[in-house]
């Protein structure tokens, strides 16, 4: 693997199967009493938030604490970005305090590739602007290979606000290097002007497609990074492009139901959709932790051999 994981592009098919398998390994520790491995003992992890977050930040921050790191937990709100400290001072300031490791959300695309270049340590992208989310991509392709098993020639759906969508991005660019058949169905003003350039097809029409589907994810609307109408009213959209409990039971009977979070209940997915067996958005929240796990593990020193070696004691 790079020393660096900003982009699911710099994965290829080898590294994005070493880092599911070790995430499947690392799994194993979940449901023992003791849930630390002593991996990276003496390593020192911060995770640098200037958006906020739940669910990756508490991911990142057990990750790391079950690999035995040292975190620190940096966030934009009350520090010196506050006073007007720039990225590279901050960046400079964690590189004296000699950190291994960064996990960086920012709100401008890019900023984790500049950070890159002004730290030591690996830096991980932990979602930049409408960019990408690379960690994002993995826990929901380990949580698809749980599921389904192999994922080459799976039909993914992705559906709903990919304009603005950093994970269908990170998803789209994994799934195909994992070999599945990725789709993405959103009214054209919620696609990207370079759409066409991304290894997927594109339909806009959720009917057609969802019966031909092994797994639908749901993207949210993201309203807070809206600076138009993209719809003509939320009623609308759900309408079109929602999934209830009636385009549910058009799936396969294998098919499952994800979403990233937060979710819109009531907006992209139905609270009965979300809320049923199909649905694998509490598992996504669990394999997170595991997905993380391994990217910290193979970025910061580990090596494939002592993983067995570790879990199994």
């Known amino acids: 693997m790079n020393r660096h994981l900003i982009?699911?592009?710099?994965?290829?098919?080898?590294?994005?199967?070493?880092?599911l398998d070790t995430a499947e390994e690392l799994a194993r520790i979940a449901g023992r009493s003791i849930k630390k491995l002593p991996t990276l003992r003496g390593r020192t992890?911060?995770?640098l938030f200037f958006e906020d977050s739940t669910r990756t930040r508490i991911s990142f921050e057990a990750a790391a604490k079950r690999l035995s790191a040292d975190v620190i937990n940096f966030s934009a709100k009350g520090s010196s970005v506050s006073k007007g400290e720039s990225l590279k001072d901050t960046a400079l300031t964690l590189e004296a305090m000699g950190a291994d490791g960064v996990v960086v959300r920012?709100?401008?695309?890019?900023?984790p590739h500049r950070l890159a270049g002004w730290v030591q340590g690996s830096v991980v992208n932990a979602g930049d602007g409408t960019h990408e989310h690379p960690t994002q991509a993995l826990l929901d392709a380990f949580t698809m290979r749980k599921r389904l098993g192999d994922l080459e020639g799976r039909r993914v759906t992705i559906v709903g606000d990919v304009l603005h969508s950093r994970v269908a991005r990170s998803n789209v660019l994994l799934l195909d290097t994992l070999g599945?058949?990725?789709?993405?169905?959103?009214?054209?003003?919620?696609?990207p002007v370079a759409i066409d350039t991304w290894p997927c097809s594109v339909?806009?029409?959720?009917?057609?497609?969802?019966?031909?589907?092994?797994?639908?994810?749901?993207?949210?609307?993201?309203?807070?990074?809206?600076?138009?109408s993209y719809f003509p009213t939320v009623r609308e959209y759900s309408r079109r492009y929602g999934l209830?409990?009636?385009?549910?039971?058009?799936l396969p009977e294998h098919a499952i139901v994800m979403h990233p979070g937060p979710m819109n209940r009531g907006v992209e997915i139905a609270a009965e959709v979300a809320d049923?067996?199909?649905?694998?958005?509490?598992?996504?929240?669990a394999n997170g932790v595991s997905a993380r796990m391994a990217v910290l593990y193979l970025l910061?020193?580990?090596?494939?051999?002592a993983i067995g070696q570790e879990v199994s004691q």
Do not use: C, F, W
């Not at 699911?8 to 098919?13: E, G, T």
């Not at 920012?106 to 900023?111: D, L, R, V, W």
């Not at 993207?219 to 138009?228: F, G, T, Y």
């Open 7 to 19: 982009s699911a592009a710099d994965l290829s098919r080898d590294d994005a199967l070493l880092v």
């Open 45 to 47: 992890v911060v995770n």
């Open 106 to 111: 920012h709100g401008a695309s890019g900023a």
């Open 180 to 191: 599945a058949d990725v789709t993405v169905v959103a009214p054209p003003t919620l696609l």
């Open 203 to 228: 339909s806009y029409d959720l009917d057609g497609v969802i019966p031909k589907s092994d797994v639908i994810m749901m993207l949210r609307v993201q309203q807070e990074r809206m600076n138009a």
């Open 244 to 250: 209830d409990a009636e385009r549910m039971a058009q």
């Open 276 to 285: 049923s067996v199909r649905s694998t958005i509490v598992e996504q929240v």
């Open 300 to 305: 910061l020193g580990g090596s494939e051999p």
